[in-house]
């Protein structure tokens, strides 16, 4: 799994409930770092999960499933705007 935060791997397959990145010393089983989280719509895609008011603060979810996105969360919607901007404007290095 990738830590959202910073980017840093965590060799576990497991996420336990109380587990830190060794890194940034943030928590790892949060919504950010699920991959069933839509950062989007900043929510779970699950149905079936109870809503979590902080999504970046450790939570108790049975349904976490660790991310293998190598892409950090804080960037993804910088990116996003910029395809957006260039496949409107079909700038794409022209």
């Not at 770092?33 to 950062?39: G, R």
């Not at 603060?57 to 260039?86: A, H, Q």
């Amino acid at each position: 799994m990738i830590c959202k935060h910073c980017g840093c791997g965590y060799p576990g397959r497991t996420v336990g409930f109380q587990a830190l990145c060794e890194n940034c010393g943030e928590y790892l089983h949060t919504c950010f770092n699920c991959t069933l989280y839509n950062p989007d719509a900043e929510r779970c895609r699950s149905f079936t999960t109870e809503a979590i008011s902080d999504r970046r603060s450790r939570n108790y979810c049975e349904e976490f499933v660790p991310n293998t996105d190598t892409t950090l969360e804080k960037n993804s919607g910088e990116r996003k705007i910029t395809d957006d901007f260039d496949t409107l404007f079909k700038t794409n290095g022209e």
